[in-house]
């Protein structure tokens, strides 16, 4: 996949994006938001918000990239990393909500593939030097949420009735306060740029064991959020194409 720069990474999510409105197809949820997270870092980038922007332009592309191969992995009958498998088939069923389905892609996306990218990008120099700009996308991720919080409210009214938006009903839920996953994101990191090379592929398939075990309570949480999210789910937007608007 020929994608180079930030604005590659752009034009690969539009894609998706489209294709998924035309089809439609669920695979569009996570490609939206993830899309609103990428224009704004180009944002940060144009306006030197970043201590390094050349850098976090190869953090960004070395990170979608991992995305991008997945979803290419899984379409042409291959497996990506457990988790990412998990994330892919629950866009063929009906049943998970739409916050479920961003919730699945955040958690591969962040609690895998932002480490593993920021190693990969600070390769053979000292990761902390990264610290500084890592933590400022922290800052653009919180100037989102409270957007993506009121789309999901129009996506799902019953949401913010049953609390599945406070962080305070279910721990994994509560993930979608992204600081979070990314303070987790950062152990990570470093537990790679650690680590010899030769040993990544151990690495990370015991960190997609990981990972995985968070997804399958976000797709299958327990009784006590069952009835919640199936109420949830009864007043939910039924259009995809629509869904995946919202989401823009």
């Known amino acids: 996949m020929s994608v180079h720069t930030i604005d590659d990474v752009i034009r690969e999510l539009t894609q998706i994006i489209d294709t998924a409105k035309d089809q439609p197809s669920r695979l569009g949820y996570f490609p939206a938001l993830y899309r609103k997270v990428t224009l704004a870092v180009k944002k940060g980038i144009e306006a030197g918000d970043f201590e390094d922007g050349p850098r976090m332009e190869r953090l960004d592309v070395i990170f979608a990239k991992r995305y991008l191969d997945a979803l290419t992995l899984a379409k042409t009958g291959q497996e990506p990393t457990e988790s990412w498998q998990i994330a892919f088939k629950a866009t063929k069923s009906k049943k998970p909500l739409v916050l479920q389905h961003l919730l699945l892609g955040i958690n591969t996306h962040i609690n895998l593939d932002l480490g593993i990218a920021a190693a990969e990008t600070m390769q053979g120099q000292d990761i902390q030097l990264l610290k500084n700009d890592?933590?400022?996308?922290?800052?653009i991720l919180s100037s989102l949420i409270d957007g993506v919080t009121k789309e999901l409210e129009e996506i799902s009214p019953m949401l913010k009735r049953f609390g599945l938006l406070s962080g305070?009903?279910?721990?994994?839920?509560?993930?979608?306060g992204v600081e979070i996953a990314r303070e987790y994101a950062w152990s990570v990191?470093?537990?790679?740029?650690?680590s010899a090379r030769s040993e990544w592929p151990?690495?990370?398939n015991e960190q997609d064991a990981e990972v995985y075990s968070f997804a399958k309570k976000i797709r299958r949480p327990g009784r006590s959020l069952r009835f919640a999210l199936f109420l949830v789910r009864m007043t939910e937007r039924r259009s995809i194409k629509r869904i995946i608007e919202i989401l823009e």
């Open 134 to 139: 890592f933590d400022k996308i922290n800052q």
């Open 168 to 176: 305070k009903v279910d721990d994994y839920l509560a993930r979608f």
């Open 189 to 194: 990191a470093l537990k790679f740029a650690r």
């Open 202 to 204: 151990t690495r990370i």
